[in-house]
């Protein structure tokens, strides 16, 4: 069975930085397309970013660009979210997830693993 970790999350002023770290279990990391998601209380769960198995492709959502920045370590079994000038409606669960294919995907149903999430919480 295949378990992903999330990591980093906490509680930060508007403005700020974190980073989260996902650490996935098993040998299958590296074929594995990665992603970033996110809900807030009373919201949709929503893709924040994503990237291919081997990193050289990625996605990220328009309310994000320019602040946050996927990147994976095929090495560790590791994908990292840097959130930057990060904003209160950003606060959320963050929550990572796997897919069995090595291409980008943006949608949550094509996600195989998920993580238990770590909250992110901004204050202004």
């Known amino acids: 069975q295949v378990q992903l970790v999330e990591s980093g999350g906490g509680l930060v002023q508007a403005g700020g930085s974190l980073r989260l770290s996902c650490a996935v279990s098993g040998r299958a990391f590296s074929t594995y397309a990665m992603g970033w998601f996110r809900q807030a209380p009373g919201k949709e769960r929503e893709v924040v970013a994503a990237?291919?198995?081997?990193?050289?492709?990625?996605y990220y959502a328009d309310s994000v660009k320019g602040r946050f920045t996927i990147s994976r370590d095929n090495a560790k079994n590791t994908v990292y979210l840097q959130v930057n000038s990060l904003k209160p409606e950003d606060t959320a669960v963050y929550y990572c997830a796997a897919a069995r294919t090595r291409y980008v995907q943006i949608v949550s149903r094509e996600y195989d693993y998920w993580g238990q999430g770590t909250q992110v919480t901004v204050s202004s």
């Open positions: 990237i291919s198995w081997s990193g050289g492709s990625t």
